[in-house]
């Protein structure tokens, strides 16, 4: 039986090195006539980070700071991800509905969280090479959300 995929989650950081990874979802999107909803995690702020704010400021300080900031991300990575999208796609002649999404909190636990929420029939994303002991230690977030995915993964090699 050959699979449906009406959903693809592509996964990034908006990296040029992640574009591989994005034509990838695209030509399985053309090939199955599915959208991408294209999702951008941001990690947590540092533990360190957080604890140094919270002792140095005010908590109202500290709120409207964090609130700004976020505010300002979200802005700036979403003009990121329209710009990324605009110039990938310029060139290609099938358009595919892209949808963008950006969540906040841990990177793995929140792609597998989206896929799920999104009807994701699919996650592609792109994963960078790094020495087997790092791999070993720290673990990829592709290896994560391999492990925890209930939906096929596809890991597209990046350089």
Avoid at 113 to 120: F, H, N, Q, Y
Wanted: net charge neutral; hydrophobic share 45%; charged share 20%.
């Amino acid at each position: 039986m050959i699979p449906q995929i009406k959903t693809i989650l592509y996964v990034s950081d908006i990296e040029d090195g992640s574009r591989p990874a994005f034509r990838m979802a695209v030509s399985l999107a053309k090939q199955y006539d599915a959208k991408i909803i294209f999702l951008h995690v941001i990690a947590p702020m540092p533990e360190s980070v957080r604890v140094t704010l919270e002792s140095t400021l005010s908590a109202p300080q500290y709120r409207k700071i964090r609130q700004d900031g976020l505010i300002h991300l979200r802005e700036t990575i979403g003009q990121r991800i329209d710009n990324f999208c605009t110039s990938e796609l310029a060139s290609m002649e099938w358009q595919p509905h892209v949808e963008s999404l950006l969540l906040e909190g841990s990177v793995h636990q929140i792609i597998v969280e989206a896929a799920k929420i999104k009807s994701a029939e699919l996650i592609v994303m792109g994963t960078r090479t790094h020495s087997a002991t790092k791999q070993f230690f720290m673990g990829s977030t592709a290896n994560k959300v391999m492990h925890h995915s209930d939906i096929p993964v596809l890991v597209v090699p990046l350089h």
